[in-house]
């Protein structure tokens, strides 16, 4: 069964530094991008970033480029979303998703990392 | 920078049908952007319905459908239930690796 699992929920200050994790199983990690989604309070969903897993390589959205860097360690099957300096606007819900390959879509999603950025 | 459009709301009746639609800001939908439906409620995680325009996803009662409407993708939903209320959200595939996220629509059912 493919099951992506992400990282718990967090609580930081304005500044700090965070990442954020996905973990994949149930399928062959290294021959797949995963992509993070972020869905703001009363907002829709967007479309930030992806990674191919095999080399590393990654694209990003717009809106994203330099605001968080997109990694994976593909030892352990993990992806992550890391953020060097967090805003009071990073407050949002993340998920991470497989892309289905040839067919430019998602299929399947991880549960959701609620990131809170109070002082 | 092209922007993916979607009706902010919409509302249909229980056993109805309704068609959301997605288009671009500039230019026309085409299979070429392989179009994708998502659906998403209040605390869960997305759920995929459908993708490369009319492919249904696993599990995905076919009452829910793809297509392509004049310039833009569409998803209709033929006898609509209480549970599909829910926010829908198309993805557009712009090429280099890139996908983009209409705004979404607020399906009520009522």
């Known amino acids: 069964e493919v099951q992506l699992v992400q990282s718990g929920a967090e609580v930081k200050k304005p500044g700090e530094s965070l990442k954020i994790s996905c973990k994949g199983s149930g399928y062959s990690f290294i021959n797949y991008w995963i992509a993070w989604v972020r869905r703001m309070p009363g907002k829709g969903l967007e479309w930030m970033g992806i990674i191919y897993v095999g080399d590393s390589g990654t694209r990003y959205g717009p809106s994203f480029q330099g605001q968080v860097t997109i990694s994976v360690d593909k030892s352990i099957s993990t992806a992550y979303l890391h953020w060097s300096s967090l805003k009071a606007s990073d407050s949002a819900m993340y998920y991470c998703?497989?892309?289905?390959?040839?067919?430019?879509?998602?299929?399947?999603w991880g549960q959701g990392t609620q990131v809170t950025v109070s002082s | 920078q092209t922007v993916v459009t979607q009706e902010p709301s919409f509302s249909v009746s229980p056993g109805g049908t309704v068609t959301l639609t997605c288009g671009l800001s500039s230019g026309s939908v085409s299979i070429s952007y392989y179009p994708s439906w998502y659906q998403q409620t209040p605390g869960q995680a997305p759920r995929t319905l459908i993708f490369?325009?009319?492919t249904r996803s696993s599990g995905v009662p076919d009452r829910f459908s793809g297509s392509i409407l004049g310039n833009k993708a569409a998803l209709t939903i033929t006898g609509a239930q209480a549970d599909d209320e829910s926010d829908y959200y198309c993805?557009?595939?712009?090429?280099?690796?890139?996908?983009?996220f209409g705004g979404g629509t607020k399906l009520t059912v009522l």
């Open positions: 490369s325009t009319n």
């Open positions: 998703a497989r892309w289905g390959g040839g067919n430019y879509y998602f299929d399947y």
């Open positions: 993805m557009l595939y712009m090429g280099s690796g890139i996908s983009v």
